[in-house]
């Protein structure tokens, strides 16, 4: 099966550091992780395609960071399709500073507005939503990773319910990966919960591959 993109079109991914991975130093454009795995499966599966693949992630950004630089980033370039991967630092964020954290609520507020923005500039723009992941089992009630696996269901169900209201395309990247968790250890795609390793990647870029044939 190939994907519905088109040759000619343009890709714009966006996201934090799982999107960036090095693509504005020595792994510049596109970084060495999921979005130049799914550039290359590009190219082996429809060679045939001239498609422009676009990396806009930053490390640590939020999805505050990402409304502040969404008319530059993404709308400038009139995309024909859109990735964005964002969430963990939101959520991190709000476990280490509660105060001035980006609550789940606001998290819904902030991407619902750089969507709707999308859809009124860019009606053609096909969405796809990553949600954010955790590779962690931890259960231990007091450490860090087990607040994180326990809060992030609410920042899961806040991109769920905006790909509902947009009709985007949508992968469940916490599920991908836990259903992995049943049979290998974290360490296998992950080196910390975080930041994939080789194969993290490449999972991911699977599943967008799939996600862009739907």
């Not at 799982?18 to 454009?29: H, K, L, Q, V």
């Not at 676009?54 to 960071?65: L, P, Q, S, Y």
């Not at 087990?146 to 326990?150: G, I, M, N, Q, T």
């Given at each position: 099966m190939k994907t519905r993109i088109q040759g000619g079109q343009k890709i714009?991914?966006?996201?934090?550091?799982?999107?960036?991975?090095?693509?504005?130093?020595?792994?510049?454009?596109?970084?060495?992780?999921?979005?130049?795995?799914?550039h290359d499966l590009m190219?082996?599966?429809?060679?045939?395609?001239?498609?422009?693949?676009?990396?806009?992630?930053?490390?640590?950004?939020?999805?505050?960071?990402?409304s502040n630089r969404w008319s530059d980033d993404v709308l400038r370039h009139k995309p024909d399709w859109l990735s964005i991967k964002i969430g963990i630092n939101d959520l991190h964020g709000m476990l280490r500073d509660p105060q001035n954290g980006i609550t789940p609520r606001r998290f819904l507020k902030e991407y619902t507005a750089i969507l709707e923005r999308t859809v009124s500039q860019l009606?053609?723009?096909r969405i796809l939503?990553?949600?954010?992941?955790?590779i962690s089992t931890d259960n231990s009630p007091n450490s860090f990773r087990?607040?994180?696996?326990?809060l992030l269901p609410e920042y899961l169900a806040v991109v769920h319910q905006i790909s509902r209201k947009f009709k985007t395309r949508l992968i469940r990247t916490h599920?991908?990966?836990?259903?992995?968790?049943?049979?290998?250890?974290?360490?296998?795609?992950?080196?910390?919960?975080?930041?994939?390793n080789l194969i993290g990647h490449l999972l991911i870029a699977e599943a967008v591959y799939q996600a862009f044939c739907r």
């Open positions: 714009v991914f966006i996201g934090d550091s799982i999107t960036d991975c090095g693509r504005r130093g020595a792994e510049r454009p596109l970084g060495s992780g999921y979005v130049k795995l799914f190219i082996l599966r429809e060679p045939e395609k001239r498609v422009m693949f676009i990396n806009k992630g930053i490390g640590g950004d939020t999805v505050v960071g990402l009606p053609k723009c939503l990553i949600d954010p992941f955790y087990h607040k994180v696996l326990e599920e991908l990966f836990g259903a992995q968790l049943k049979y290998h250890d974290p360490d296998t795609f992950c080196p910390e919960p975080v930041h994939p």
